[in-house]
C-alpha cells in the first residue's frame, strides 16, 4: 500500500498556524503576479509598447510559472516546502523590485520572469505542506481555503492597486511590495516547519537520475492526467481576464473608466474567495460529486462566454457582474484537480503530480492570453474577435478532460474488480468502457 499522510485524524492547532503562514506566503504571490492586470495601461505608456508586446509581459511570467511547475514539484518532494517558500519570497521580491526600477521593455520582461519563478515555487509548497500536516478528509478543504485566501492578494492588486498607482506612483508602490515581500522569509524561518513533528522533511533526497523516472511514474496516473486537464480546462478564462486583458477589454473595449474596470475586477475576487470554502467543503463530504462539479461548471462556462462575446453594442454591468461571478468559481473548481492528484499518487510522489497538475491552468493561460494580445493586433483593438480564442481553448481542454475522466474511471473499475482498495467507489455507467487496467490507484487515507 502507497505510504500516506503522517497528519494525524484532525490536524493541530500548530498545524493550522503553520498553513496559515505558508499561505500568506501565496497571498503576496498572487498580489504580484496579478499586479500588471490594473497596471497594464500604465506598463504599456512606461515601456512604450503595444498590445502583443503587453501581452508577452504575461506570456512570459506565466510561461516561466508553467515550465517551473514540474520541477517544484520535484524540489519540493526532495527538500520541503519550507526552503521552496522561502526560496519563493526571495525571487519575488527581488522581481518587483527590479521592476519597480525598470524603465526599458527588457529589464521589464526580467522582472517579471523573475516573478514568475517565485510565484511558481509558492502554490504546491503550500499543498505538499497542507498534505504533511492535514488528513484526507480536511486536505480539499484546506486547498479551497488557500485558493480563496490567495484572492485577498487578487484583491489588494486591484482597486488599492490602482489608487496607488494614481497617487504615491510606479516606483515606490512596486519598491514597497518588494522589499516587505523579502523580508517576510525571517517569519517564515520562524513558524513554517514541513512536518507535524519538527524536522526538516520527512523526503529522502533523490538523484537527479531519478527525477526523470518520478515525474514519468505521475504521469502514467490517470488520476494525475485527469487533474490536469481539469485544471487546464477550468481557471484559463478567469485568469486572462485578472492578470491582464481584463482592464484593457472593459476600457477599450467596452468604453468604462479605469477605476470602474478595476471594481469589476473585485467581482473575480469575491467570488473566488466565497466559492473556494464552499467547493472545499462539500467535495471533501461527497468526493464523488468531484467530476460532475466540474463538467457542469464547463458547461456554465461556454454559455457565459456565449452572452458575452455575442451581447450587441456595449455589455452593461447587470450582465457582466453575474458572468464575472460565474466566471470566478474556475479558481475554486479548478482544486479538484489537486484533489486527484493526492489521491491517486502516493505522498512521496504528491508534490510532483501537484505539479504537473498545476501546470494545466497556466499553460492555458499563456496560449489564450497570447493569442489575444496577436488577435487585437490583428484585428486593430477588435476584442471580440480577439476574445474567442477563450473559447477554442476551452472546446480542447474540455475534450481532453473526458478523454482522461473516461480513462480514469476504467483504471479505478479495474482496481475495484483486483480488489485493491480506491479513494473514490463509483457505479458504472453505461458509457464507461473498459480498459486493461494496469494502473494501480492508491489507496485512500
Known amino acids: 500500500m502507497p505510504s500516506r499522510s503522517p497528519a494525524a485524524a484532525r490536524a493541530s492547532a500548530r498545524s493550522w498556524l503553520i498553513w496559515l503562514t ?30 502583443a508586446a503587453l501581452g508577452t509581459f504575461t506570456v512570459l511570467q506565466v510561461g516561466v510559472y508553467a515550465a517551473m511547475q514540474i520541477p517544484t514539484g520535484v524540489l519540493v518532494d526532495r527538500f520541503g516546502p519550507r526552503a521552496m517558500l522561502t526560496a519563493a519570497l526571495l525571487f519575488l521580491g527581488s522581481g518587483q523590485v527590479l521592476l519597480a526600477v525598470a524603465h526599458t521593455y527588457a529589464l521589464g520582461l526580467l522582472a517579471r520572469g523573475v516573478l514568475g519563478v517565485g510565484d511558481a515555487l509558492t502554490f504546491v509548497s503550500v499543498l505538499r505542506l ?44 512596486f519598491l514597497v511590495a518588494g522589499l516587505g515581500t523579502a523580508l517576510f522569509v525571517a517569519v517564515v524561518q520562524w513558524r513554517v516547519h514541513d512536518t507535524p513533528v519538527a524536522r526538516t522533511t520527512e523526503s529522502e533526497a533523490v538523484s537527479m537520475r531519478e527525477v526523470g523516472a518520478q515525474v514519468l511514474t505521475a504521469l502514467r496516473v490517470p488520476g494525475t492526467r485527469l487533474g490536469f486537464w481539469t485544471h487546464f480546462s477550468t481557471m484559463f478564462s478567469q485568469n486572462v481576464l485578472v492578470l491582464l486583458w481584463g482592464v484593457p477589454f472593459l476600457v477599450q473595449g467596452q468604453g468604462y473608466a479605469a477605476t470602474t474596470a478595476s471594481s469589476l475586477l473585485v467581482v473575480f475576487v469575491a467570488g473566488s474567495m466565497i ?22 461548471f464547463l458547461a456554465t462556462t461556454a454559455a457565459t462566454w456565449a452572452v458575452l462575446l455575442s451581447w450587441p453594442g456595449r455589455i452593461p454591468l447587470a450582465v457582466l457582474v453575474p458572468a464575472f461571478a460565474l466566471l470566478s468559481f474556475g479558481g475554486p473548481v479548478s482544486t479538484i484537480g489537486f484533489a486527484l492528484a493526492r489521491d491517486y499518487n502516493p505522498l512521496p510522489r504528491v508534490g510532483t503530480a501537484t505539479g504537473v497538475v498545476n501546470v494545466g491552468g497556466f ?7 497570447l493569442l489575444i494580445g496577436v488577435l487585437l493586433e490583428a484585428t486593430g483593438g ?10 477554442a481553448v476551452l472546446a480542447l481542454g474540455t475534450w481532453r478532460m473526458v478523454v482522461w475522466y473516461l480513462r480514469a474511471r476504467a483504471a479505478v473499475f479495474a482496481a475495484q474488480e483486483r480488489g485493491e482498495p480506491v479513494p473514490v467507489r463509483l457505479r458504472r455507467r453505461s458509457w464507461d468502457v473498459r480498459a486493461p487496467g494496469r494502473e494501480r490507484v492508491a489507496a485512500p487515507a
Open 22 to 51: 505558508a499561505a500568506f506566503v501565496y497571498i503576496l504571490a498572487v498580489f504580484h503576479r496579478t499586479s500588471l492586470g490594473v497596471a497594464g495601461l500604465e506598463a504599456a505608456d512606461r515601456f512604450g509598447v503595444g498590445a
Open 130 to 173: 497542507a498534505a504533511n500536516h492535514f488528513p484526507a478528509r480536511q486536505y480539499m478543504l484546506v486547498t479551497a481555503f488557500t485558493g480563496a485566501l490567495g484572492f485577498v492578494g487578487n484583491l489588494a492588486a486591484t482597486l488599492p492597486l490602482t489608487l496607488l498607482l494614481a497617487g504615491p506612483g510606479w516606483l515606490p508602490t
Open 275 to 296: 466559492g473556494g470554502p464552499l467547493v472545499g467543503g462539500f467535495i471533501g463530504r461527497r468526493p464523488e460529486a468531484r467530476m460532475p462539479i466540474v463538467l457542469g
Open 363 to 369: 499553460v492555458a493561460t499563456t496560449i489564450t492570453a
Open 382 to 391: 477588435n476584442f471580440r474577435i480577439a476574445l474567442l480564442s477563450v473559447v
